[in-house]
């Protein structure tokens, strides 16, 4: 895979850390320009530093329009198109039925619904023939965990998305797919526990529910999610790659 994107351009969404930055590593070590997005500066600058090879850190909220414009002008006007696309920022919320309020459904479906429709419908102008999209999904779409309905409903759409634009992006050799990560361990599921203790036995307690016993490293998602954005997987199209440890499988 050591040259699988050499002269590529890639945009990962939400890059600057967990999933999204592990991607970048793989796509950068891979040969490619990557594009990284996030809303914080200051972890786009490191994650700018920490990954070796052609990366460039650009703040874009992918709730907002503007910066989503801002983005895909950057990339026009610095790499002049565009190869690979992961939109793979996403906001979750528990909420168990009964206390889901109306703020919780906004908030979760402005960044995993609009934002992820927004974010490929404004890189298809940009977007070379024979391009690849990865959307990431969640295992969460298709299995159930308490107090998760809001989340797993909008990762059950992000799965509705992908196959249709993967119907509608055929004539132009665009192939969109999906990469569901089970349990991982990443900075965002971190900070859900409030000291490194918590943190140890939550990421136990999570990978307890795979047949693995362990939840997955951000560096085995992007693994997949690599190589479902790469030529070696040319025959891939409107596909959800489960990436769970069995989790979901079994
Ligand atoms: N980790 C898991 O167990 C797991 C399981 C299933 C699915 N997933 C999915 O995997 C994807 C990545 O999750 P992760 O665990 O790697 O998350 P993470 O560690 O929290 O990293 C999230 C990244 O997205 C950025 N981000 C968040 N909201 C954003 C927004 N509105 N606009 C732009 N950037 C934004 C963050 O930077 P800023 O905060 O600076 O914006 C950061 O770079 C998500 O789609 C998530 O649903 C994760």
Known sequence: MSDAFHGKVAVV??????IG?????????????????????????AAVADIPGDVIGVRADSRSADDLDRLFAEVGRCSGRLDVL?????????APLGSITEDVIRTVFDVNITGTIMTVQKALPLLADGGAVVLTGSMAAHKASRGQSVYAASK????ALARTWALELTPRGIRVNVVSPGPTETP???????????????????????????????????????????????????????????????
């Open 13 to 18: 969404t939400g890059g600057s850390a967990g």
């Open 21 to 45: 930055r592990a991607t970048a590593r793989k796509i950068a070590e891979g040969g490619g320009t990557v594009y990284i997005t996030g809303r914080d500066q200051g972890a786009l600058t």
């Open 86 to 94: 992961v939109a793979n920022t996403a906001a979750i919320a528990a």
């Open 156 to 159: 059950a759409g992000v799965r």
């Open 188 to 250: 965002g599921i971190a900070q859900l526990a409030a000291t490194p203790e918590e943190r140890e036995a939550f990421f136990t307690r999570m990978g307890t529910g795979t047949p693995m016993t362990r939840a997955g490293a951000a560096e085995e998602v992007a693994a997949v999610i690599a190589f479902v954005a790469s030529d070696a997987a040319s025959h891939v199209n409107g596909a959800d790659y489960q990436v769970d440890g069995g989790y979901g499988q079994v």
